[in-house]
């Protein structure tokens, strides 16, 4: 059974800083990888997706890397803005029979002025 | 633009009713799917849906029903709710397999 793991599970820091966000799952049988924005009470906000034959995808100050062999994954954020804050989670496209997203528990990221 | 919305938005409701909720993309996309968002364990799948009249169980079906009459729609029954359904519930919607997920603004039901 896929499993997927987010650490640390809350991260704060000073604004400006570059952080790097952790993903790690168990099985590489995956389609792809997907991480996601969440804001305290609302729905999830695609960041970025990686398909499984790729090693990275940028979006403006976001970097996302996987290195399926190892089942690992980062979110790179460069210079961060309190306007981050949120909690991210990582989900992977499973192919074990269903198809379908297994998510980690995610990280609650505070960027402070 | 396309979109997809859930309504109602909250719903408080009392133990052993019916309740649904309604999910609704106007992406046209083929795949849709029903998560539940508890503390402590995250997002987990409910039910899935491939296309019109295809219907699949997740993690967690037990007490809930989906039906997929069209393209647009999907539609989650708690047939006879309890208080451990008590959840934020998110739909979300997908072109195919290897296409990124989208989600809705979820659906937040108190059952009493």
């Known amino acids: 059974k896929q499993e997927v793991t987010q650490i640390p599970a809350a991260l704060s820091v000073p604004e400006g800083e570059n952080l790097v966000l952790n993903c790690s799952f168990t099985?590489?049988?995956?389609?792809?990888l997907q991480w996601f924005r969440q804001d305290p009470g609302k729905g999830l906000t695609s960041l970025l997706l990686?398909?499984?034959?790729?090693r990275e995808q940028t979006s403006g100050r976001l970097n996302a890397s996987l290195d399926k062999s190892s089942g690992r994954s980062t979110l790179y954020i460069a210079a961060s803005q309190p306007g981050d804050s949120a909690t991210y989670l990582c989900?992977?496209?499973?192919?074990?029979?269903?198809?379908?997203?297994?998510f980690g528990k995610g990280t609650k990221l505070t960027v402070n002025p | 633009d396309a979109e997809i919305t859930q309504s109602p938005r909250h719903k408080i409701t009392e133990t052993g009713r019916q309740v649904t909720l309604a999910c609704h993309q106007t992406?046209?996309?083929?795949?849709m799917f029903w998560y539940r968002q508890d503390l402590g364990h995250g997002l987990r799948l409910i039910h899935y849906?491939?296309?019109?009249?295809?219907?699949n169980k997740g993690e967690v079906s037990d007490g809930y029903s989906v039906s997929r009459s069209n393209t647009e729609d999907l539609p989650l029954t708690l047939e006879s709710a309890a208080s451990s359904q008590t959840s934020v519930y998110f739909c979300?919607?997908?072109?195919?397999?290897?296409?990124?997920?989208?989600f809705g603004p979820g659906t937040r039901l108190t059952v009493l």
């Open positions: 099985d590489s049988a995956i389609y792809n």
């Open positions: 990686i398909q499984s034959s790729q």
């Open positions: 979300a919607s997908s072109r195919g397999v290897r296409w990124e997920q989208f």
């Open positions: 989900a992977v496209n499973d192919q074990g029979g269903s198809e379908k997203l297994v």
């Open positions: 992406w046209n996309h083929n795949n």
């Open positions: 849906s491939y296309g019109v009249q295809d219907t």
